[in-house]
Nanobody, 115 residues
């Protein structure tokens, strides 16, 4: 069974930076793309960044220019570098494949940005 384990979250002030990591239990090259998702309290989970097999990246408008997704196929790990963080980035962050695997959602990692 595929598992994704996220880490790297924490409490940071507005304008700060964090780097999230996602370790996969399988080869990430199995998937057409990998993505970072987030869910804020009272809101639906949303896709914020994704990267495909060729390394092409896409970002939600809300994070474009501030977040960078990358991956290390040899380590089966996906990263999310987050800069210039804002309070509205506060959420639990998850990684998953695209399209996502419903059974593979992990616990996520909490990111809290204080104003």
């Amino acid at each position: 069974q595929v598992q994704f384990v996220e880490s790297g979250g924490g409490l940071v002030q507005t304008g700060g930076s964090l780097t999230l990591s996602c370790a996969a239990s399988t080869l990430i090259i199995r998937f057409r793309a990998m993505g970072w998702y987030r869910q804020a309290p009272g809101k639906q989970r949303e896709l914020v960044a994704n990267i495909n097999l060729a390394g092409n990246r896409n970002y939600a408008d809300s994070v474009k220019g501030r977040f960078t997704i990358s991956k290390d196929n040899a380590k089966n790990t996906v990263y999310l570098q987050m800069n210039s963080l804002k309070p509205e980035d506060t959420a639990v962050y998850y990684c998953n494949a695209l399209p996502n695997l419903n059974s593979a959602w992990g616990q996520g990692t909490q990111v809290t940005v204080s104003s």
